[in-house]
């Protein structure tokens, strides 16, 4: 069983940054891959970004450019830089961890125009 415990969400404007975190409670050394979802009201999830332990990582579409993922296994943790935010940014973010698949509870960032 792998909790994971979100931070980071709040509510900013148009062009603003957040940082997420998400904090597993084992080493994220074991875990092959950490990342975020989100899921906007009446939308399907959508992958936003995930990293690897081995040092890859890849993001969504909407959010390349934007948006950067990182390991810090030092601090046994998973950030999400968001970058230039934008309206449409506005989701609930989910942590996860894989395999097996763990969902954290997730956390509200809302972008205002």
């Known amino acids: 069983q792998v909790q994971l415990v979100e931070s980071g969400g709040g509510m900013v404007q148009t062009g603003g940054s957040l940082r997420l975190s998400c904090v597993p409670n084992?080493?994220?050394?074991?875990?092959?891959?950490l990342g975020w979802y989100r899921q906007a009201p009446g939308k399907q999830r959508e992958l936003v970004a995930r990293a690897t332990n081995g040092g890859n990582s890849d993001y969504g579409d909407s959010v390349k450019g934007r948006f950067t993922i990182s390991r810090d296994n030092a601090k046994n943790t998973v950030y999400l830089q968001m970058n230039s935010l934008k309206p449409e940014d506005t989701a609930v973010y989910y942590c996860?961890?894989?395999?097996?698949?763990?969902w954290g509870q997730g956390t509200q960032v809302t972008v205002s125009s």
């Open positions: 996860y961890a894989d395999p097996p698949l763990f």
């Open positions: 084992k080493s994220i050394v074991s875990i092959y891959t």
